[in-house]
């Protein structure tokens, strides 16, 4: 089969991998239906030079067909359409039994020696049972790009709105446009929030953004940015601020224009992040909730509501290529002309 092979920077190929095969039994097989390009994707790919450690698969969002299952296998079969969530998981740890998949305490990342990851044509899944949300649609249903979202963006989206509280008649300001603070917009109206402040200087991002619910849009960044949320609360700033970027200048608008007492719900991955404002944080009383998105917890509801046609993300992607494109894919969010690029095998 074929899969994609990060070698370096700005050096991704499509390239021959052995099929998967079923290992243990608690394995399934999954024929991929549409994969995508994450934005943390870009992270290994911008690094100069080769890559440490040698070539690796990549992608870690996918939905699928079950082709086959292990002996112990029970919650799905072959034919099955199914939602893989970012990190696999056994389901049973104490962890997961927390609701915090993401620290399975057996489970792993897509792509980790010996593991398949999800930009290719089929995938072997360790823990299906714990790992795999079944999808009861045929494998040509149009909702297929929502139904991909939940495998990260909309449930990372909705777990930065869930840490900083958002809830019925709230105001709340969301650092960052990408595919996972546009999707933090949508989950903050699905949450009931009356105000949504966007930071986004992009113009398509940000006319996403209002279709996906946002009340004001913001073009400065940083301290302007915060400076400018402010103006719009009366001077008292936002109570409930989603930080979805992950670096330094997204930290500080964050802080700086939530309001005392307030919460910011953190999901950006804080590659580029050097100290936290301490300072401010601690003397507004500003709390901090959030990080890796358990989405594994929150796929039964948001699937229920992509079903019933109460949610729909899909428009977060803005770009469709075969997967024999995938390079093109990635240099076109390197290069911010995609939000977020879906890939068919």
């Known amino acids: 089969m074929r899969a994609t092979v990060l070698h370096g920077g700005f050096d991704v190929r499509l390239e021959d991998v052995p099929d998967p095969v079923i290992v243990e039994p608690t394995d399934a097989i999954v024929r991929v239906l549409a994969s995508c390009i994450c934005g943390s994707d870009l992270w290994g790919y911008r690094r100069p030079g080769p890559r440490e450690g040698g070539p690796a698969r990549v992608g870690h969002e996918f939905v699928g067909v079950v082709t ?95 840490s900083a ?45 209002r279709e996906f619910g946002a009340t004001d849009v913001v073009a400065e960044r940083g301290e302007a940015g915060a400076a400018a949320v402010l103006d719009l609360t009366d001077g008292l ?39 936290l404002p301490h300072w401010r944080m601690f003397g507004a009383n500003i709390g901090v909730r959030g990080g890796v998105a358990p989405v594994r917890a929150y796929l039964p509801e948001l699937l229920a509501d992509v079903l019933a046609g109460r949610l729909d993300p899909s428009p977060v992607f803005d770009l469709e290529l075969p997967l024999d494109q995938v390079a093109e894919g990635y240099a076109a969010m390197h290069e911010r002309r995609a939000i977020k690029v879906l890939l068919r095998p």
Request: aromatic share 4%; proline share 7%; charged share 15%.
């Open 68 to 162: 086959d299952v292990g002996a112990d296998v029970a919650t799905v079969r072959p034919g099955d359409v199914v939602i893989a969530p970012f990190v696999w998981s056994d389901g049973t740890c104490p962890n997961c039994r927390a609701g915090i998949f993401t620290s399975c305490l057996h489970g792993g990342d897509w792509g980790a020696p010996g593991v398949d990851a999800g930009q290719g044509e089929a995938v072997r899944v360790p823990f299906a049972d714990g790992t795999l949300v079944v999808a009861p649609v045929a494998p040509d249903d149009e909702r297929m790009p929502a139904l991909l979202t939940l495998s990260d963006v909309m449930g990372t989206g909705h777990h930065a709105a869930r």
């Open 165 to 209: 509280g958002v809830g019925p008649g709230a105001t709340v300001a969301v650092v960052g446009d990408g595919a996972v603070g546009l999707c933090a917009v949508l989950a903050s109206r699905r949450l009931g929030a009356e105000r949504v402040i966007l930071l986004s200087r992009n113009e398509r991002r940000a006319a996403l953004g």
């Open 237 to 275: 700033g936002a109570p409930h601020v989603l930080e979805c970027v992950g670096t330094q200048e997204s930290w500080v608008s964050a802080a700086g224009m939530a309001r005392p007492g307030g919460t910011i719900g953190h999901v950006g991955v804080p590659m580029a992040v050097t100290a």
